[in-house]
């Protein structure tokens, strides 16, 4: 077994067509030149699908004509905004998601599955075919000013990240930034750009009421690592620098240090954190990687792509922290991960933020200036 995977991957490593092993689907895989700068190196047929397509060398260089990758986008016009959820291992029951997909690629993205419900892959195309949610801030609008409604910290970035590279030109996320302030509503964000140092006018009025909370995500501060495994996203030094800005204009911000990679990522907890406090950071916080569903053979395929020599060993840890498995779906567990080596990075972790000064105190955003919109219509239609 162990020498059949070495000839798998010295084959792979001179740019032979070989068998992909751990159950990666063959004829997946996406010629170089055609995924040039994105993350994710296969494009599976989406699991609700009932037929499987694939792409294979008849020797007639079809291949070669294809077109490569280019980042689509289409409007997505949804019936409401606000998502929730009942999960006891997450801080926030509600969330917003201006974009489905992300251009940033990240190869981990635990959201990459949620494509197939649009008939699409996990894989390349979950960050070159985009849905933008123009009404975005309508319907919050109009949900934020429902008879009942009890406020609570709208999370911003939990899925795909809101201040993706179409921001720039589509702005949904200041729209609904604008909303949230008129309202007085609070609001948690996380993202892995630069782009949201945009909207410090708006965040920092915010923070002065204790509405706004930022959370910075750092997996690693290799620039040649990050630049394989989230291609599009800002770069560490960039995303640190965003954390100066914010704190500088009295915004609170915590860096996230997710996903951790054993292997891969975990040696540099310490650097990351000490990176973290000195931007400013005043809390942080880690997950463990998580592989659900078609993640795994997608982050599996770009290990063995660009960490070969690593790819076993950082597969033996992961699956020592899920009993033998990829991934552990149970509450409580998947975050974390369970056994000596998740104990291990959770006591490192623990030790270097205490150190530093880290999560001393955990912010709690204010509900009590909650403010409804008015409906559309005024007074007169909300007699009716």
Known sequence: ?????????????????????????????????????????????????PFARSLEDDGWDVLDELPAFRTEVQVEAPKTIITRNTSPDISFDRSVNPYRGCEHGC???????????????????????LFAKPNAAQLLERELSKSGYEPRTIAIGTNTDPYQPIEKERGIMRQLLEVLEAAQHPVGIVTKSALVTRDIDILSRMAAKGLVKV????????????????????????????????????????????PII????????????????????????????????EVSQIFKDWLLRHYPDRYR?????????????????????????????????????????GRLGLNETRLKLRTDLFRAPKPEGGVQLALL
């Open 313 to 353: 060993h950082v597969l033996t840890l992961l699956r020592s922290m899920r009993e033998g498995r990829d991934y552990d779906a149970e509450w409580g567990k998947r975050m974390r991960g369970t056994g000596p080596y998740a104990f291990q990075i959770k006591r490192r972790f623990e030790i270097a933020a």
């Open 1 to 49: 077994m162990q020498d059949a995977f070495a000839a798998d991957r010295a084959a792979f490593a001179r740019g032979r067509k070989v068998g992909i092993p751990e159950g990666i689907p063959a004829g997946t895989r996406i010629a170089p030149e055609r995924r040039r700068g994105r993350g994710a190196g296969i494009n599976p047929t989406g699991r609700f699908e």
């Open 262 to 293: 054993p292997g891969l990522t975990d040696h540099e907890i310490e650097r990351l954190l000490e990176a973290a406090a000195a931007a400013g950071a005043r809390e942080a916080g880690y997950v463990l990687l998580r592989l659900p569903l």
């Open 107 to 129: 190869v981990y993205c635990f959201a990459r599955p949620t494509h197939a419900y649009m008939g699409l892959s996990a894989g390349l195309d979950f960050e070159t075919k």
């Open 215 to 258: 959370a910075i995500s750092v997996t690693t501060l290799d620039r040649r690592l990050a630049r394989a495994m989230e291609p599009r996203a800002a770069t560490p030094t960039k995303r640190l620098d965003a954390v100066k800005a914010l704190n500088a204009a009295g915004i609170p911000t915590m860096v996230m240090t997710a």
